[in-house]
């Protein structure tokens, strides 16, 4: 009895965020009883057609949209539940949300952008991170002044600045060549080992997918892992 009770202990500690039922729709149904779990140290990779929903279920997981019926807990709190500031608190300071589009402060340096980034989340910036990016060199350089390549890198550099306990990417490596995609993708999975850490990412790459701990499929409104 003991023994059960400590495996459902660590089970349940070592779980970051769980989707229950969640279900979505706009004119039409996207997808129906989804069910997902991320456990600390784990990535997956969410993979399907394009208009399938993959998007639109990572924002709901990230706090971004309210589904229209089911729950996401982060651990082990509804997060439609609670106000507004508190997913707001949750929002920045616990995940970190890597979009397709940049969404850079134009008009800053990078290091601008990062020194925000570090500056909100009392964190120091970290030089080796830069460097295994390749973007150090670009640090005093107008966001402006960048190749998209290099303020795709700059905006995960910022997210990581923050050290979120879950990241959520959509397509992160769209903006970079096969090279440049598998040592960012290195950096996450490497990052999230060593800090207890969570990612949920959508691509339609099947071998950017590959590189997660689990790949799961949206596809005829269900989630099916492969």
Not at 54 to 66: G, H, M, Q
Not at 91 to 107: N, P, S
Request: charged share 25%.
């Amino acid at each position: 009895m003991s023994d059960n009770l400590s495996k459902d202990t660590l089970l349940t500690d070592d779980l970051l965020l769980q989707a229950r039922n969640l279900s979505h729709k706009f004119d039409y149904t996207l997808f129906d009883n989804i069910n997902l779990s991320l456990h600390k140290k784990e990535s997956i990779a969410i993979i399907g057609n394009s208009g399938s929903g993959k998007s639109t279920l990572l924002n709901i997981l990230s706090s971004l949209l309210k589904p229209t019926s089911g729950q996401v807990l982060f651990k082990q709190k509804n997060l439609y539940s609670l106000n507004k500031n508190d997913i707001l608190d949750i929002r920045r300071e616990k995940f970190g949300i890597i979009f397709q589009a940049h969404y850079l402060f134009r008009g800053f340096t990078g290091f601008d952008n990062l020194k925000i980034s570090s500056l909100l989340s009392n964190n120091q910036i970290n030089d080796d991170l830069l460097q295994e990016l390749d973007i150090a060199h670009v640090m005093k350089q107008n966001v402006g002044e960048l190749s998209g390549g290099q303020q795709q890198r700059l905006s995960i550099a910022r997210i990581i600045t923050k050290k979120p306990e879950i990241i959520f990417a959509d397509e992160p490596t769209g903006n970079l060549d096969k090279q440049t995609a598998k040592v960012v993708m290195s950096y996450l999975n490497n990052y999230i080992k060593n800090n207890n850490a969570g990612m949920i990412l959508v691509t339609h790459e099947h071998d950017l997918a590959w590189q997660c701990d689990k790949v799961f499929e949206l596809n005829n409104f269900k989630l099916q892992e492969k």
